[in-house]
């Protein structure tokens, strides 16, 4: 490290990266992790949530299934309103 100045660094990565969001559907993220060869492994939610949608898809022991997700999200919209 040289004894002259410095170059300025912003106080945080947010600083010098305005975060950008973008509301992905679960279509889309299925997608997507067809694209890249991943598996989805499941969505933390409460427990109650979970209880109803395991009543609505038996055969979906994981509760990973994206499309038995996407029926559940139109019956119950507000299912995912808070991520």
């Not at 949530?49 to 139109?74: G, I, P």
Request: aromatic share 12%; glycine share 2%; with cysteine.
């Amino acid at each position: 490290m040289s004894a002259g100045r410095s170059k300025p660094r912003p106080k945080s990565c947010a600083a010098a990266c305005p975060a950008r969001q973008h509301r992905f559907d679960l279509a889309q993220i299925k997608d997507m992790l067809s694209e890249v060869c991943l598996s989805f492994d499941g969505f933390y939610v409460p427990a109650e949530m979970l209880t109803k949608y395991r009543s609505m898809f038996r055969d979906d022991r994981n509760a990973t299934n994206l499309d038995c997700w996407k029926q559940f999200e139109a019956r119950y919209p507000e299912t995912f309103a808070s991520m």
